[in-house]
C-alpha cells in the first residue's frame, strides 16, 4: 500500500520518515521503498531582502543585499521586476542545482559579484512561472531550509502489508500502527452528514438473499449531485496514493477507501430499476458485463448485487456499466457492506478480477465501521458536488460475522515463548498500545479483541502482538537445550515399505504421476462426450503449454 505521509499527517502526528519506516518494518509492516514525487528542495533557504538597488550598469538588474540568517548579507545580482527590500524569498547558493538543470557559481554580473540567486517558481521546480521571483509567505525564519516553509511533492512510504493486515489497508489502520509505536492522538475526519428532505427508505429498499455470504447492508442516498471533476486537493491525494482521478463521485468512494479501507459503490439511483437492491447468489449459468466492458459467466458461489430486475455489480468486485455514474447522473445510492471474505476471494479468484475493493474484502473489514463509511461519503458528496443527503439509512443484517470477541493468554505462557521476563502490567501496556482492552482475570488477561483486527483469535497472535510492540530486537538472545531422543518409524511405514517391495521383486515398477496432463490426451480415453471427466480444469498460468490441466 501506497502511504502518503502528508495526509497520515492529517490524522496523527509522525516522526522523520526514515525512523518510521524503520519502526514500522521492525513491527511487521515492511517498507519497501520510500518514495520523494515533486523537485527537492533542500538545497535552497529562506532569505530575507535587506536592500534592493539599481544595478550601476543595467537598467533592468537590481543589487540586493540578502541577509540568511547568519554574518553578512549576501550580495546577489537578480533581473526580477518583483523583487523589493523587505521581501522573504527563496535563495539558492553556489553549488546548487536549479531544478532547470544549471548549477550554480559563484560570478560577476556587468562587474557585480553575485554570491547566489534569488529564484522563481520554475527555478525551484514549483511550476512554469518565470515572469519574477518567488516572493515567500509565512513564519519560517530567515536562514531556515525552504522545505520549512514550503512542501512541493509528496513523500510516499510503499509498504507491503501482510495478507492477515486488511486492518492496515487504510489510512485509518496505518495511523492506528503509528500510534501504536511512537504514540499520539488519532484525528479522525468529520463524518455525519447533514440530512434534510425525502428519507432513504422513500427511495430503496435491501433484500438480503444471502445472510451467509453478506453480514451487513448500508445503502444511503445523496440526491441532486452534480458530476464533475475534484477540486485539485482530492485528486493531489489519490495520485499520490496511486490512484488516478475519475469524477467527483468516483473519487469520493475511492477516497473512503482508503481512509478507513471500507469499499464503496456508487450507483446511479435513477438507473435502478424497482427501486430495489438485492444482495442473492447467482443462478447457474448467468452472465454479467462488467464496467471493462468483459462479458462474465456466473456460477452459484458468485454473490451479486442486483435491482428488481438484472444484475447491476458483483459484490464486493466490481459494478457493471447499467448503473454506473456518468456526467447526467443526479442522485446516487452509495453501497457499503460488509461481505464474507471467501466469497469475494472466490469470485475474483475464478474471474481474474483483482481490484481494491477486492483486495480489502478478502483480507475482511472493519465490521462496525460499514455505516461510518457510507456517512464520511455522503457528506463529502453534498460539500464537494452539491448533493443534498436524504434522511436516514436502509441497512440490512445477514449472519454475524466470525469473529473473537475475547482471547486469554497467560503472563507466563507469554514469556516462556518469548523468552522474556515481562510482567503482567508490562504484556498489558504492550496490547494496550494495539487497541486490545485488558482485564485480570486469576493469573491470566482476559482481551477484548476490537471488530478491525480480524487477524487475532488465539493467544498466539497475542503473543506475537506483544513481541512486535515490545521489540524484537529487546528480546533476548538465550542459548537452546533440548534432549536428544531416538526417533522411530511407525508400524504403517514399515508396512507400506514391504508392500513396495513385494510389488517391485515381481517386476512391477512404481510411477508417480504428475498431476498435469494435456487436454487432448482425454481424447485417447475413450470416454463419453457427456463424462465429466472430459472436463478438466485448466491452469491459469502452466509451466509448460501441453501439461495445462489437472488430471480428473
Given at each position: 500500500m501506497r502511504v502518503p505521509l502528508r495526509w497520515l499527517s492529517?490524522?496523527?502526528?509522525?516522526?522523520a520518515p526514515a525512523l518510521l519506516a524503520e519502526q514500522l518494518t521492525m513491527a511487521g509492516l515492511e517498507v519497501d521503498a520510500v518514495e520523494h514525487t515533486g523537485p527537492d528542495l533542500t538545497p535552497f533557504r529562506v532569505g530575507r531582502v535587506v536592500a534592493c538597488e539599481r544595478h550601476p550598469d543595467a537598467d533592468r538588474l537590481s543589487v540586493c543585499s540578502v541577509d540568511l540568517g547568519e554574518g553578512d548579507?549576501?550580495?546577489?545580482?537578480?533581473?526580477?521586476?518583483?523583487?523589493?527590500a523587505g521581501q522573504k524569498v527563496a535563495v539558492a547558493l553556489p553549488g546548487a542545482r536549479l531544478a532547470?538543470?544549471?548549477?550554480?557559481?559563484?560570478?560577476?554580473?556587468?562587474?557585480?559579484?553575485?554570491?547566489?540567486?534569488?529564484?522563481?517558481?520554475d527555478e525551484l521546480g514549483l511550476g512554469d512561472d518565470h515572469e519574477g521571483i518567488l516572493v515567500l509567505e509565512g513564519e519560517a525564519p530567515v536562514g531556515a531550509p525552504l522545505t520549512s516553509l514550503l512542501?512541493?511533492?509528496?513523500?510516499?512510504?510503499?509498504?507491503?502489508?501482510?495478507?492477515?493486515?486488511?486492518?492496515?489497508?487504510?489510512?485509518?489502520?496505518?495511523?492506528?500502527?503509528?500510534?501504536?509505536?511512537?504514540?499520539?492522538?488519532?484525528?479522525?475526519?468529520?463524518?455525519?452528514?447533514?440530512?434534510?428532505g425525502r428519507r432513504t427508505n422513500q427511495d430503496v429498499r435491501v433484500a438480503l438473499e444471502a445472510p451467509e455470504a453478506c453480514h451487513h447492508y448500508v445503502a444511503r442516498v445523496v440526491r441532486g449531485v452534480q458530476v464533475g471533476p475534484s477540486p485539485e486537493w482530492l485528486r493531489a491525494k489519490l495520485e499520490a496514493a496511486g490512484l488516478r482521478s475519475i469524477d467527483v463521485v468516483v473519487d469520493v468512494t475511492n477516497l473512503v477507501l482508503l481512509e478507513f479501507g471500507q469499499p464503496l459503490h456508487a450507483f446511479d439511483l435513477?438507473?435502478?430499476r424497482g427501486g430495489e437492491v438485492r444482495v442473492r447468489l447467482a443462478g447457474e449459468g448467468e452472465t454479467f458485463t462488467t464496467l471493462d466492458g468483459a462479458l462474465r459467466k456466473l456460477t452459484r458461489r458468485d454473490l451479486l448485487i442486483t435491482d428488481a430486475e438484472r444484475i447491476?455489480?458483483?459484490?464486493?468486485?466490481?459494478?457493471?456499466?447499467?448503473?454506473?455514474?456518468?456526467?447526467?447522473?443526479?442522485?446516487?445510492?452509495?453501497?457499503?457492506?460488509?461481505?464474507?471474505?471467501?466469497?469475494?476471494?472466490?469470485?475474483?479468484?475464478?474471474?481474474?478480477?483483482?481490484?481494491?475493493?477486492?483486495?480489502?474484502?478478502e483480507r475482511g473489514v472493519d465490521g462496525e465501521g460499514v455505516a461510518r463509511a457510507a456517512e464520511r461519503a455522503a457528506r463529502l458528496l453534498a460539500e464537494l458536488a452539491g448533493g443534498e443527503v436524504s434522511e436516514g439509512v436502509v441497512e440490512a443484517r445477514g449472519e454475524p460475522a466470525e469473529h473473537a470477541d475475547?482471547?486469554?493468554?497467560?503472563?507466563?505462557?507469554?514469556?516462556?515463548?518469548?523468552?522474556?521476563?515481562?510482567?503482567?502490567?508490562?504484556?498489558?501496556?504492550?496490547?494496550?498500545?494495539?487497541?486490545?482492552?485488558?482485564?485480570?482475570?486469576g493469573d491470566s488477561l482476559r482481551c477484548r479483541i476490537p471488530s478491525y483486527r480480524n487477524d487475532l483469535s488465539i493467544p498466539e497472535d497475542l503473543i506475537e502482538e506483544v513481541a512486535r510492540i515490545h521489540g524484537?530486537?529487546?528480546?533476548?538472545?538465550?542459548?537452546l537445550r533440548a534432549r536428544l531422543v531416538p526417533g522411530e518409524r511407525p508400524v504403517a511405514w514399515w508396512l507400506v515399505e514391504r508392500v513396495r517391495d513385494a510389488l517391485e521383486s515381481e517386476g512391477l515398477v512404481e510411477l508417480l504421476c504428475l498431476p498435469f496432463v494435456d487436454a487432448r490426451d482425454l481424447d485417447r480415453l475413450g470416454l463419453a462426450g457427456d463424462d465429466p471427466r472430459r472436463e478438466p480444469i485448466r491452469v491459469q498460468n502452466p509451466i509448460v503449454e501441453n501439461e495445462s490441466h489437472l488430471r480428473s
Open positions: 492529517e490524522w496523527i502526528e509522525l516522526p548579507p549576501l550580495s546577489i545580482v537578480c533581473g526580477a521586476p518583483n523583487v523589493a532547470t538543470g544549471v548549477k550554480l557559481k559563484r560570478s560577476k554580473i556587468r562587474g557585480v559579484p553575485s554570491e547566489g540567486m534569488i529564484c522563481a517558481a512542501q512541493a511533492g509528496e513523500t510516499v512510504l510503499d509498504v507491503a502489508v501482510l495478507p492477515n493486515r486488511g486492518d492496515c489497508l487504510s489510512l485509518l489502520g496505518m495511523a492506528r500502527e503509528v500510534r501504536a509505536l511512537f504514540g499520539g492522538e488519532i484525528r479522525l475526519p468529520d463524518c455525519q452528514p447533514a440530512e434534510s435513477g438507473k435502478l447491476v455489480a458483483l459484490a464486493g468486485v466490481m459494478g457493471g456499466a447499467n448503473t454506473g455514474v456518468d456526467p447526467s447522473t443526479r442522485d446516487v445510492l452509495l453501497e457499503s457492506a460488509h461481505f464474507h471474505p471467501a466469497w469475494i476471494r472466490h469470485t475474483g479468484r475464478r474471474l481474474g478480477l483483482f481490484t481494491d475493493a477486492s483486495m480489502r474484502f475475547e482471547v486469554v493468554i497467560a503472563p507466563e505462557r507469554v514469556n516462556r515463548v518469548l523468552g522474556t521476563e515481562l510482567s503482567a502490567r508490562d504484556i498489558e501496556r504492550c496490547l494496550s498500545r494495539v487497541g486490545l482492552e485488558s482485564q485480570a482475570a524484537y530486537d529487546e528480546i533476548p538472545t538465550r542459548e
